[in-house]
């Protein structure tokens, strides 16, 4: 099972058509069938149903796709690995959600190389349940998630916590005198999918099920920015909302009837 036919069996799952997979990958068309067709052989299964007017993955294609993505993964970073032996005494390999690095690790890390520079820094943002399993697949030396972990053979521990708080932009004077839960169901709520336990069951209750949100997003970093723009209002972390207070371009919506639960984040090390 080679590389090269792992790739072109992602790169197939992805394009779902043999001409954009080749045109992606810069190879004949023919060269991609044959690859395809050897890989089916090998395992022996067939892993994309075909018709004329479109490819999908089969059954079992939707199985092995996981198994091919982790194996060019783990290939990736032995390979680094190896490498950065030669001019490295060690590589720390972080994992982390967007929100704990921009809030959290950014100044640690930057400290740590500047104090180390003999040591190499590897980076790697994701969502929470990506993070885990990436750390279990011994890709990274440390995750830090939103979620915890505790499985034998690993040591998870609480991070910082953090408190939920409402926000909008500075210049909206909407509910200067707080917010009823009621209230927060007729406002022009922007929606932040929170991949955290507690705090995403929280948000997801406060609306009815299957409600319809005008704005959604997935990272809340992101979220800032249409939130000093835009008069809506938003759950985000305090520690990701407070310089934007400070410098007055958000303004926290006390909550009136209702409280809001705390963030806790984690780190997981392998004991």
């Known amino acids: 099972m080679d590389t090269q036919s792992l790739q072109t069996f992602i790169a197939l799952a992805e394009y779902r058509n043999f001409t954009k997979t080749a045109d992606a990958l810069f190879i004949a068309q023919s060269t991609v069938t044959n690859r395809i067709a050897e890989l089916e052989r090998e395992i022996g299964k067939q892993l994309f149903d075909r018709n004329k007017r479109k490819v999908t993955l089969s059954k079992e294609g939707e199985a092995f796709l996981f198994y091919a993505k982790r194996i060019l993964e783990l290939q990736t970073a032995g390979i680094q690995e190896v490498n950065s032996l030669k001019k490295y005494q060690d590589t720390y390999r972080i994992g982390t959600t967007n929100t704990i690095y921009e809030c959290y690790l950014f100044p640690m890390i930057r400290e740590y190389m500047e104090t180390h520079p003999e040591h190499a820094v590897k980076i790697t943002i ?3 349940n990506d993070l885990l399993q990436a750390i279990q697949d011994n890709l990274l030396d440390v ?6 972990f505790y499985h034998a053979g690993f040591r ?8 939920l708080v409402l926000v909008t932009g500075y210049g909206n004077t909407t509910y200067q005198d707080g917010i009823t839960k009621e ?31 005008g704005f959604e997003i997935d990272n809340s970093t992101k979220l800032i920015p249409y939130l000093i723009t835009f008069e809506g209002i938003s759950f985000v972390p305090e520690s990701l909302a407070a310089p934007y207070i400070e410098q ?17 984040s984690y780190k997981i090390v392998r004991k």
């Open 126 to 128: 994701g969502h929470s």
């Open 143 to 148: 995750a830090y998630s939103y979620l915890p």
């Open 156 to 163: 998870c521990d609480v991070f910082a916590t953090d408190e």
């Open 183 to 213: 209230e927060l169901l007729h406002s022009n709520y922007l929606y932040c999918n929170f991949a955290l336990q507690e705090v995403g069951v929280f948000i997801r209750e406060l609306f009815p099920p299957h409600y319809q949100f």
């Open 248 to 264: 007055e371009k958000l303004r926290r919506i006390e909550l009136l009837n209702f409280e809001a639960p705390r963030i806790n």
